[in-house]
């Protein structure tokens, strides 16, 4: 019998907000709000993933201030919400199996479409895979994206993600990809 390990938890909250030349990465806070909501509800923001939430039903169900969950940033372009940066453990049912014990982190990331275009979402991203391999040294992130995406998959590509396998999945093609930080130097 081989016994699996449980990756390491994820070290949450960094002890400081995550800062780059432009953007500030952050937990939610209760002005966030109406930019979830924009988030969310955006049928262009939707395209690639499942499509808008009715804009009522979140109304009712987001808190006042949006939760935090572990591995969850806010990108915050002065001092306002532009789109959000997520690290999380993929559940059991979503899991890719690129490393042995099927836990791997996946990055997400949603910008809000004024936002687009800008840069922002590498910058974010980079700084949050560059916060992560600090916080777990050696340890591999993967991203999914449908082809079609094709700023998604050029984003993948400028962030050092290498293809792992496509797929079927939700009525199109699906791009799972693996980030691995390069090792410390000796």
Same mark, same amino acid.
């Given at each position: 019998?081989?016994?699996?390990?449980?990756?390491?938890?994820?070290?949450?909250?960094?002890?400081?907000?995550?800062?780059?030349?432009?953007?500030?990465?952050?937990?939610?806070?209760?002005?966030?709000?109406?930019? &979830?909501?924009?988030? &969310?509800?955006?049928p262009e923001v939707g395209t690639y993933v499942g499509g808008p939430r009715p804009r009522a039903e979140l109304e009712r169900a987001l808190p006042e201030t949006p939760k935090g969950r572990p591995g969850l940033f806010v990108v915050d372009l002065d001092g306002a919400m532009i789109g959000v940066i997520e690290l999380n453990r993929r559940d059991a049912e979503h899991r890719s199996r690129v490393r042995p014990d099927a836990g791997e982190a996946e990055l997400g990331y949603l910008l809000l479409p004024e936002a687009w275009g800008h840069g922002y979402a590498a910058e974010a991203c980079a700084a949050a895979l560059g916060w992560f391999a600090d916080a777990l040294p050696g340890e591999p992130v993967v991203l999914t994206t449908q082809t079609a995406n094709t700023a998604?998959?050029?984003?993948a590509a400028k962030l050092g993600f290498t293809?792992?396998?496509?797929?079927?999945?939700?009525?199109?093609e699906q791009w799972l990809g693996i980030w691995s930080p390069a090792p410390p130097s000796a």
């Open positions: 019998m081989t016994a699996t390990t449980e990756p390491e938890p994820l070290p949450w909250p960094p002890a400081t907000p995550l800062r780059t030349e432009r953007l500030v990465l952050r937990g939610p806070e209760a002005r966030d709000r109406p930019a &979830f909501v924009e988030l &969310f509800t955006s998604s998959m050029r984003l293809e792992v396998r496509r797929y079927e999945e939700w009525g199109a």
